[in-house]
């Protein structure tokens, strides 16, 4: 059996009555079709029931009988029943104003009255047998209410006592009791009844069908009869509470008109009574009466005071709305012209029943209820708005879990841009598929998200409850909305669109990263798609590329402040472009220091390589920033360069000495091979570069190194003939030999001088307690280099020297050429 809300029509004595018998929030389970019904009065008077047909199965038949058998829950809406409140306005028009002259005018009904009075009371006690039936909507959620329970509760906590105690036959309760006055008070009991005339006025006022003016009219012109009716009748009243003797002595008693007397008023037929009576209460209540008719005895003078200073209030709510009828400003009246409006708008441009209904009920339900205030605040300055916002919906917003960790200004600035709406029972907000706007927070009712198949089926893949939120994939994503999301009951929901919600992401950028996560989080546990896992996992990481492209440019263009104003507000410093550059790269390669010293301080990698295999330090060495690379070199750069030989000839064949300078300076070892085994002195020498040569020699470059064909540098210049190379390097080379004179020439360029950094620190100290270290060259044994790096530091004896790992160096083989050492008091 397809659950959900069910529809059962039977046909009752030949009209057609509908039951809703399953209440919609405990069987939810959707189907294809299956809309959460609107079930509302038309403004307009005409039956505009929100409803989809289905065919019933056997089943689903056999399970709705068996459910009705248990009881009839009747639609307010249902024919059978508005006729029958139209039939019950009559007994209720006739009892509000019959009540009164019983009172006054009968001790004790005559036998037909009494039998119409029998009749009625009847219908009234079977109008409450019906009232513990009838379903109702309820305030808070707008939602149909058809158990039997909630039902019959809240009538027997609203009019069920009034209604219960009207029915009873005071009359013959009355004469039971002996005629005891006190009794016949209760008959005003059945004035309650006037609640449906009251109810009757409301309908017809927002009936467009019509004139407001006369129903306006109508309504104060029945307000008026009534009030005088019933100050007729108590006036009459009064002058019968005296004994016959001292009748004379009342208003009725005492007046003589012309030439008739009403001393013995009592024998007057009932019509002159009553005549005389409504005569009196509407001179006096309209004071133009001209004395013939006035109060005796000290009682009715009393009530002429009560009874004139209730006129006056009459009197101003008759003229006040008599006003409103001219001037055009009640909020019924702006209500029906904003009706017709629509309807006419509707009509021209054949919109259709189902959106017609939507328009309908919105409109009803910003006329029936305050909910709608914007309109309210719209005088009120911004800043008293915002701090309105944030008193009223930071609660909700801060609790929403797609805003789980972030900051508190990011929450109060999305608080001061949301606005409230409402929305009915069965209301599509977003359509699978369709691109979103508006990211929206629930703040009561209940919305849930349907999945629809390529087949077309629908299944529910979550419900939306009160700090839940939609519309956060489509909107932070930018992809297509996912499900469809509809109302299951009168929600009020907080909304913001997309501009406003990117612009605070472009400040509070921090947040977006969380907000992303909290998505992924979120939304993990209900994907039926891997696709939009994966759409999320991907806009994550085109989101971190956007905020490390940002970074960067500040960080190239300089502006410490902004880069400052990024990473404060999470950015992470050590996140890389599309190119593997951080922003270290880019201030080292532009020679900022103050960005280069921020960046260290806030812990970047100062030695990662970007996809070319460059270095900060390196960046900083080829754009010739002597300073920034002095920086980086004490804070703990290191030069590595990948294929460094290939590097150096590079350098040597585009003539760049002063690259090469810096580079040798920085501890490049200019031995380094390319994939011809060529070193860049072969380069140098071959080309005729004597100052780079020069500069080679210098560093410590080998005259001896041989390249994959077994040739020299010496022998590089022999072929190009240019004697001053072929001299220094002759001059470089008895220099080697003399360096080493009993070592062979094939491995006397492995023999010659290393150097290496020495720093006065552990290699694990935090980069508050660095200090300067030195170079020093590497001495035949460990304990030379020990002694002398001691003393240029001005340490103590019993010290030792640790490579970067923390590992003690017991000799000096161990050393490479250019390596970073550490001298720490070994007693520590």
């Known amino acids: 059996m397809t659950r959900g809300e069910e529809v059962l029509e039977i046909d009752i004595n030949g009209g057609r009555a509908e039951y809703e018998i399953e209440d919609m929030r405990d069987k939810m389970e959707s189907s294809r079709g299956s809309r959460f019904k609107l079930s509302e009065n038309d403004l307009v008077g005409v039956d505009l029931l929100s409803r989809r047909r289905r065919k019933i199965s056997r089943e689903s038949l056999l399970n709705g009988l068996k459910d009705l058998s248990q009881g009839f829950v009747i639609h307010p ?41 029998i009749c009625g009371q009847i219908v009234f006690l079977v109008d409450i047998v019906i009232q513990f039936s009838v379903a109702y909507r309820d305030s808070q959620t707008y939602k149909m209410v058809y158990k039997r329970t909630p039902i019959a509760l809240r009538y027997l906590k609203s ?36 609640r449906r005339i009251t109810y009757f006025f409301q309908k017809m006022e927002k009936d467009i069908r019509i004139n407001y003016l006369f129903t306006r009219i109508v309504k104060l012109i029945t307000v008026e009869l009534y009030c005088t009716h019933t100050a007729a009748c108590i006036f009459y009243f009064l002058a019968t509470t005296l004994s016959e003797q001292q009748e004379g002595y009342t208003w009725i008693g005492s007046l003589k008109l012309g030439d008739y007397s009403y001393s013995n008023f009592r024998d007057i037929d009932l019509w002159t009574r009553y005549t005389t009576s409504m005569y009196f ?9 001209y004395g013939d008719i006035h109060a005796v005895n000290l009682r009715e003078m009393i009530f002429v005071m009560i009874y004139v200073s209730f006129d006056m209030i009459l009197s101003a709510y008759l003229i006040g709305n ?39 009920g919105h409109l009803r339900l910003q006329y029936e209820s305050a909910y709608t205030d914007a309109a309210v605040l719209q005088d009120i300055p911004i800043s008293i708005r915002a701090k309105i916002s944030q008193n009223l919906y930071q609660s909700y917003i801060e609790n929403v879990p797609l805003f789980k960790g972030c900051s508190s200004e990011f929450i109060s600035q999305v608080v001061t841009r949301v606005h409230e709406e409402f929305f009915l029972p069965g209301e599509v907000i977003m359509e699978q598929g369709n691109v979103v706007d508006q990211l929206y927070f629930v703040c009561h009712g209940v919305l849930e998200e349907v999945g629809i198949a390529k087949n077309g089926s629908e299944e529910t893949v979550s419900l939306l409850e009160p700090n839940s939120s939609f519309g956060d994939i489509s909107i932070v994503c930018n992809i ?35 907000i992303l996560s909290n998505l992924l989080q979120g939304k993990e546990s209900n994907l039926r798609v891997k696709q939009l896992e994966s759409d999320i996992a991907l806009h994550i990481g085109k989101h971190e590329a956007e905020l490390a492209l940002k970074v960067n440019s500040a960080a190239y263009h300089g502006d410490l402040h902004q880069l400052k104003s990024l990473i404060r507000a999470g950015a992470d410093p050590n996140k890389k472009d599309y190119d593997g550059r951080s922003p270290l790269h880019l201030a080292a390669s532009r020679g900022y220091e103050d960005i280069t010293l921020f960046l260290i301080q806030e812990g970047v990698d100062i030695n990662a390589p970007d996809k070319f295999g460059n270095t900060p330090l390196l960046e900083a060495i080829k754009s010739g920033h002597d300073r920034v690379a002095s920086l980086l070199v004490k804070e703990g750069a290191l030069l590595n360069i990948e294929n460094a030989g290939s590097f150096l000839c590079m350098v040597i064949a585009k003539g760049d000495s002063d690259l090469l300078r810096r580079l040798l300076s920085n501890g490049v070892d200019p031995n380094n091979k390319d994939y011809d085994q060529r070193t860049p002195l072969h380069v140098a020498a071959s080309q005729g570069q004597y100052s780079m040569a020069k500069l080679l020699l210098g560093a410590g470059a080998s005259v001896f190194s041989k390249d994959r064909w077994g040739n020299t540098p010496v022998d590089e210049a022999r072929v190009s003939g240019n004697k001053q190379m072929i001299s220094l390097l002759e001059e470089a080379k008895s220099a080697q030999l003399s360096e080493f004179p009993d070592v062979p020439h094939e491995i006397s360029d492995k023999l010659r001088p290393r ?33 002398t790096a001691s003393e240029q530091l001005g340490f103590p004896s019993g010290s030792c020297i640790l490579s970067e790992d923390a590992g003690k160096i017991l000799d000096v083989d161990m050393i490479v050429d250019g390596q970073k050492l550490y001298l720490i008091n070994e007693s520590t």
């Open 77 to 117: 809406d249902n024919r059978w029943y508005r006729m029958w409140e139209n039939f019950i306005l009559i007994w209720s028009i006739y009892s509000s104003f019959f009540t009164p002259m019983e009172f006054a005018f009968f001790n004790g009904l005559p036998r037909k009255l009494f039998l119409l009075d």
């Open 159 to 194: 009019h069920f006592i009034m209604d219960f105690l009207g029915c009873m036959p005071w009359d013959i309760i009355y004469k039971a009791v002996g005629s005891k006055e006190e009794v016949r008070y209760l008959l005003w009991i059945r004035l309650s009844r006037a």
């Open 281 to 289: 209460a509407i001179v006096t209540m309209a004071t133009v009466g």
């Open 322 to 360: 008599m006003t409103a009828l001219i001037v055009k400003g009640s909020k019924t009246e702006r209500y029906r012209d904003k009706m017709t409006d629509l309807l006419k708008y509707m009509n021209r441009n054949r919109l259709g029943r189902d959106i017609r209904n939507q328009i309908k």
């Open 480 to 514: 297509p909305q996912p499900y469809t999301v509809r109302v299951c009951e009168l929600c009020r929901l907080l909304r913001i669109d997309k501009q406003s919600f990117a612009n605070i992401l472009e400040i509070y950028f921090h947040d977006g990263r969380r």
């Open 755 to 787: 150097k290496c950094t020495v720093f006065p620190f552990h290699p694990w100290e935090s980069k508050d307690v660095r200090k300067h270290g030195v170079v020093l060259w590497i001495p035949q044994t460990i304990e030379e280099l020990v002694i």
